[in-house]
C-alpha cells in the first residue's frame, strides 16, 4: 500500500517494535499470541510503552448529530471500555466525506489518529484533484458496515414513483432539483448515472449533512433528495415519502419501497465503511485495534443502533478490507472514466 515502511527512516522505537513483531510473525500464530501479551508488544512508534497509553482520537467526516456520527460516537465508546482509554470523536465534515484523508496523510502512525474512511473517499481522487491517496497514505484496520441510501420527496409531493420524477424532469427541463451530501458522493454519482440513462436533466444542490438536507426536502426547498440511512426518522414520521432504495434487496424495514434495480435502472449501491489509520501502522498496533473495535461492533448495543438506520454489521479483517478498498479504488475510476469525470 504504497511506499514500503523498508524506505522511510525508522526511529529506533519503531525498529524495535518492527523486530518483535517480524521475531513473532516467524513463530506463528502462537508467537503473535505471545507477542501481543508482553508489556509494550503494541508500542508505539515513539517508544512510549504499551498501546494504548493515551486517548485516540477517531476523525469522523460527517457533521455531529447525523446517522454516522451517533452510531461512530457509540462504537467509540464501546472500543474505548476495551482499550482502556478513551476514543474522542472529532468531526470533520464538508468535501463530500473526504476530509479525514488529509488529516490522515499528515499524521505520525502511532496508533493516536485513526479515521471513518466513507466510500467518497475512494472516489474523490478520480474526479477531482486532491493531494492524497486514500490506498497509499492509509492502513486497513477493518470494515464496519454499508449504508442504505433511498430517493426522497416531501410527503405531499405529487411524485409518487421513480418514474414520475423522469416525466417530471423531462417535461419541465431545469425545474428538478435533488439534493445529496455532497459533490462526488455515491448519491450523486447514482444520480448522475440516473440521468445519463434516462436522458433527463436536474439541478445538483449538494449538502453538509443529512439532518440540514433532509429538512431542505420536507420543507419543498428541493423537488427530491438522495442519502444515507439518517433520513430513516423523516419517513417513518410521515414528513417524507420514500420513492425507492439504492439497496441490492428490499429493506426489512420499508418491504413495500422497490429498489431502483428492481425497477430495471441496474443499479445498486451500499457504500461500505470503515476504519483506517496512517500509511505504516505498525502490526501490532492495528492488531490491538481492530480487536477492540470488532468487538465493539458486535456489541448489541452498537448492532441495535445501526439497526435504527436499517443497516447491520459488515466485518471484514486488515487483509480483507485492505483488499476490498483496492478493488473499489479501481471499480471508482473505471466508472468515473465512463462517466466522463476528470480530475481538474
Do not use: C
Not at 26 to 35: C, D, E, H, S, T
Not at 301 to 327: F, I, M, N, T
Amino acid at each position: 500500500m504504497g511506499m514500503m515502511d523498508t524506505d522511510r527512516p525508522q526511529a529506533p522505537g519503531r525498529r524495535r517494535l518492527l523486530g518483535a513483531v517480524a521475531a513473532a510473525v516467524a513463530a506463528g500464530p502462537a508467537g503473535v499470541l505471545a507477542a501481543r501479551a508482553q508489556p509494550g508488544a503494541a508500542a508505539s512508534a515513539s517508544g512510549e510503552g504499551r498501546f494504548p497509553s493515551r486517548p485516540i482520537t477517531l476523525w469522523v467526516p460527517w457533521p455531529a448529530g447525523g446517522a454516522t456520527d451517533l452510531t461512530m460516537r457509540l462504537l467509540a465508546d464501546l472500543a474505548g471500555r476495551q482499550l482502556g482509554q478513551r476514543v474522542i470523536v472529532e468531526n470533520r465534515a464538508g468535501a463530500g466525506g473526504t476530509l479525514a484523508m488529509p488529516v490522515l496523510q499528515q499524521a505520525a502512525p502511532d496508533g493516536y489518529t485513526i479515521a471513518q474512511l466513507p466510500h467518497p473517499a475512494l472516489r474523490a481522487p478520480h474526479i477531482q484533484k486532491v493531494l492524497w491517496d486514500p490506498i497509499r497514505d492509509t492502513t486497513p484496520i477493518l470494515q464496519i458496515s454499508g449504508v442504505t441510501f433511498g430517493l426522497l420527496v416531501p410527503a405531499g409531493s405529487a411524485l409518487r414513483s421513480f418514474e414520475d420524477v423522469v416525466a417530471f424532469a423531462r417535461a419541465r427541463p431545469g425545474e428538478l432539483t435533488v439534493s445529496t451530501n455532497g459533490v462526488g458522493t455515491t448519491p450523486h454519482v447514482v444520480m448522475e448515472e440516473l440521468a445519463a440513462r434516462r436522458g433527463f436533466s436536474y439541478v445538483h444542490v449538494p449538502y453538509k449533512g443529512t439532518s440540514e438536507q433532509m429538512l431542505a426536502v420536507a420543507s419543498g426547498q428541493v423537488t427530491m433528495g438522495i442519502n444515507s440511512n439518517g433520513f430513516a426518522p423523516f419517513v417513518d414520521s410521515g414528513r417524507l415519502r420514500l420513492l425507492a432504495t439504492l439497496a441490492e434487496h428490499r429493506t426489512r424495514r420499508w418491504p413495500n419501497v422497490p429498489t431502483l434495480k428492481e425497477l430495471g435502472q441496474g443499479i445498486a449501491a451500499t457504500s461500505p465503511y470503515g476504519l483506517v489509520g496512517p500509511h505504516g501502522l505498525p502490526p501490532a498496533i492495528v492488531a490491538a485495534l481492530h480487536e477492540a473495535f470488532r468487538t465493539a461492533m458486535n456489541d448489541p448495543a452498537h448492532v441495535a443502533e445501526l439497526a435504527k438506520y436499517d443497516q447491520e454489521p459488515d466485518y471484514l479483517g486488515p487483509a480483507d478490507y485492505g483488499r476490498s478498498l483496492r478493488e473499489s479504488y479501481a471499480a471508482e475510476k473505471r466508472a468515473a472514466e465512463r462517466m466522463g469525470f476528470r480530475p481538474s
